[in-house]
């Protein structure tokens, strides 16, 4: 499982960009840790098909 933080530092977007994506439902969140900041936790086969179906991504 990877953090929102995580997955921006990888792929090297925004913490925002990748919420925004959750919230949105382009990429599917397992769960949300507890509290107003609390992290998403998104598995890495859900990023690598949100960002390259298909493919494998590079740090992934």
């Avoid at 990748?18 to 509290?35: D, Q, S, V």
């Amino acid at each position: 499982m990877l953090t929102t933080r995580e997955i921006s530092r990888r792929l090297q977007l925004s913490r925002e960009t990748i919420c925004l994506a959750i919230r949105e439902g382009r990429l599917k969140a397992l769960t949300k840790l507890p509290g107003r900041n609390g992290a998403y936790l998104v598995s890495e086969q859900a990023v690598v098909e949100w960002r390259c179906p298909g493919e494998r991504l590079p740090g992934l």
